[in-house]
C-alpha cells in the first residue's frame, strides 16, 4: 500500500471485464500515473511514492493482479491494459497524465500515447521494452512463460508451488537480489502474485496471459516502429533505467532513445530492474523534474 504520509485515497474502478484497485495521492498537476508490469503489482512503487510529493501520484492493479480483481482466464489480452490505464484516468478526471510504465507496462504507456497523445504530457519508461531489439534480453522465466513450445513445461511448474518457489528464487538471484530478503521488491510484490496474499487468490492467469502474448505483441510493436508512429509522438520522453539490470540493459535504453524524436536516458547507479526500489530518491528527483 502506498505510504499513508501521502493521504492516499484508496478506491475502486470499474474496467470492462471488473474493478481495478486505484491509489490517488492529491497534489499538484499534472498527475503522474504509474504502472507496474509482469510479474508485479503497484506496491513496486511503495518506496517512491512517498517521494514524489507534492505532485498528484496514481498507482493501481491491473486486472488479475495485486487487489485488483480477478479475471477469467484468457480473458485478458495487451489492449485490456491500454482500455484499463483509459478508465482510471477517466474515473479520475484526469485530462492530462504524465505515465509511468515499469517493464513491460511500458508498452502501455507508449500505445496510449500514440492512442491519445492529446491526453499525456510525457512519457517516463523504467527499464522497459518495445519490440524486438538486439539489445533485449528476456529474463529466462519470462521466455519460458512467453514460448508456446514450452507452454506444457510452464504450466506444468507453474502447478508445482516448490518449482513456482524455484522459478522465482532462481529469477531473483539472476538480477543480483537476495530472494530471501524480507524487504525486498520480490517478497513485496512479486511472490504474492504467485501464491496470493491478504484474501487475493494467485495472478497465475493474468501473468500467463500477459506472458503468452508476449511475441506477438513484440510483432506489433515492431510494426507500429515501422510506420514511424514512434518518430511522430511529438512527447518528451525521459528513459530511466537501473545500471545494473542484465536483461533490459542500459543498451536498451540507448536503443529505444533512437525511437523517439524528443527522448532522453538516465542510468541508475546501483539500480538494477526495479530503479523506484533500489534507488528511489534518485529516480525520484528525475520524475518530479518532469512538467
Not at 522465482?168 to 502474485?193: E, K
Request: net charge negative; aromatic share 6%.
Amino acid at each position: 500500500m502506498v505510504d499513508a504520509s501521502r493521504n492516499a485515497i484508496i478506491g475502486q474502478v470499474p474496467a470492462t471485464d471488473g474493478r481495478l484497485r486505484v491509489a490517488d495521492c492529491p497534489g499538484d498537476e499534472p498527475a503522474l500515473v504509474l504502472m507496474h508490469g509482469f510479474p508485479d503489482d503497484c506496491r513496486i512503487y511503495n518506496r517512491l511514492v512517498p517521494l514524489l510529493s507534492p505532485r498528484r501520484a496514481v498507482t493501481f492493479d491491473f486486472l488479475g493482479y495485486g487487489s485488483s480483481d480477478r479475471t477469467q482466464p484468457g480473458a485478458l489480452s495487451r489492449a485490456d491494459h491500454v482500455h484499463q490505464l483509459g478508465a482510471v484516468l477517466d474515473a479520475l478526471g484526469i485530462q492530462t497524465a504524465v505515465l509511468v510504465g515499469h517493464d513491460a507496462s511500458g508498452p502501455v504507456a507508449i500505445d496510449y500515447a500514440l492512442s491519445a497523445p492529446d491526453r499525456v504530457g510525457r512519457l517516463i519508461l523504467l527499464n522497459t521494452y518495445y519490440g524486438h531489439a538486439p539489445a533485449l534480453r528476456l529474463p529466462e522465466m519470462i521466455r519460458l512463460l512467453a514460448d508456446p513450445d514450452f507452454t506444457p513445461l510452464a504450466d506444468a511448474m507453474l502447478d508445482d508451488p516448490s518449482q513456482r518457489l524455484w522459478l522465482l528464487g532462481h529469477t531473483a538471484r539472476q538480477f543480483g537480489a537476495d530472494p530471501l530478503d524480507p524487504d525486498s521488491v520480490g517478497i513485496t510484490a512479486i511472490v504474492p502474485q504467485f501464491f496470493g496474499d491478504e484474501g487475493h487468490s494467485d495472478a497465475l492467469p493474468a501473468i500467463r496471459a500477459w506472458t503468452t502474448a508476449l511475441f506477438s505483441d513484440l510483432d506489433a510493436q515492431d510494426r507500429r516502429i515501422a510506420q514511424g508512429e514512434l518518430a511522430a509522438l511529438d512527447l518528451p520522453v525521459t528513459l530511466v533505467f537501473g545500471a545494473l539490470d542484465r536483461y533490459l540493459s542500459p543498451d536498451l535504453a540507448t536503443h529505444l532513445a533512437g525511437l523517439f524524436p524528443k527522448a532522453v536516458p538516465h542510468l541508475i547507479d546501483g539500480a538494477s530492474h526495479w530503479p523506484q526500489w533500489d534507488q528511489p530518491r534518485a529516480v525520484s528527483e528525475l520524475i518530479r523534474c518532469a512538467p
